[in-house]
């Protein structure tokens, strides 16, 4: 019986492989529409989940295929429905971002719920957003704060960056600042840009260690040269103005405003308007 169950599961696997390897190949030729007749193939004469989710992916986007949100739903929903997690948080973010659909947050909880309880660790994460900014819901930070525990626990570090917050600001548990700390240090760590801008600051206003602006520059900076570091350059900017942990320096500090003003935050747009016409004496 042992040997049988041996061979099917060899079987099983070479099977699996098989669709993958043909499309992969079919990749590699660049004939896109060959891709997606195989994973639809697969997806709907073979039952592969993985497979409907492939599909839900190429019809949101991808090159060589028209973007098909319709289709990309319907691929998702067939695997989130097999039990493909991802799928379901995809479906999520879908209704969520209101992304060629109407916005449905309720549908959206229902599915990173689903996702969640398999310890999807974004899909947790979101939901602790959701109930965290009161989107679509009424505000609960006891529950947002279970969902980013659950996150983080589950080795999502945004969900840690998270968490961390809502120990530093006492949102939904009592106070902690060692644990934000601790938190926060493991998702810069990552390259989490957030947690790295609050960590830095928590040294600059001295909020459960010692008061360290080398320290917070070191942070802003590395937030800052991440894609997503919003407030990353414009703090740095601030402690070069100030002189504090790092050489004054008014034309380095107005070039970091203007590489936050670049990535959308209003007060590094003010601040830069403030040193616009500044010149460096001669």
Do not use: P, W
């Amino acid at each position: 019986m042992k040997k049988y169950l041996i061979l099917f599961s060899v079987l099983f696997s070479v099977l699996q492989a098989g669709y993958i390897k043909e499309s992969v190949e079919a990749h590699k030729k660049g004939d896109h529409k060959k891709v997606a007749s195989i994973y639809e193939n697969a997806c709907i004469k073979d039952n592969k989940a993985s497979a409907c989710y492939n599909l839900g992916i190429l019809y949101m986007g991808s090159k060589g295929i028209k973007k098909d949100t319709k289709k990309a739903i319907k691929y998702y929903e067939m695997a989130c429905n097999k039990n493909f997690v991802s799928a379901c948080y995809n479906l999520g973010v879908i209704y969520m971002n209101a992304k060629d659909v109407k916005k449905d947050i309720k549908k959206s909880i229902t599915l990173y719920e689903k996702a969640c309880k398999q310890n999807h660790a974004a899909s947790c994460n979101n939901l602790g957003r959701i109930y965290d900014s009161a989107n679509g819901v009424k505000e609960d930070t006891k529950k947002a704060f279970s969902f980013y525990k659950k996150s983080c626990n589950s080795y999502d570090e945004l969900g840690c960056s998270n968490l961390a917050f809502m120990y530093e600001s006492t949102r939904g548990t009592s106070q902690n600042y060692n644990v934000a700390i601790q938190l926060y240090t493991k998702a810069c760590k990552a390259g989490v840009s957030i947690a790295c801008e609050n960590l830095g600051n928590m040294y600059e206003n001295k909020k459960g260690v010692k008061q360290d602006f080398k320290k917070a520059a070191s942070l802003y900076e590395k937030a800052c040269k991440s894609k997503n570091g919003l407030k990353g350059c414009n703090n740095l900017a601030v402690l070069h103005i100030k002189g504090l942990g790092v050489k004054q320096d008014f034309i380095k500090a107005k070039d970091l405003f203007k590489k936050s003003c670049d990535k959308g935050l209003k007060l590094a747009c003010d601040n830069y308007k403030l040193l616009e016409n500044y010149k460096a004496e001669k």
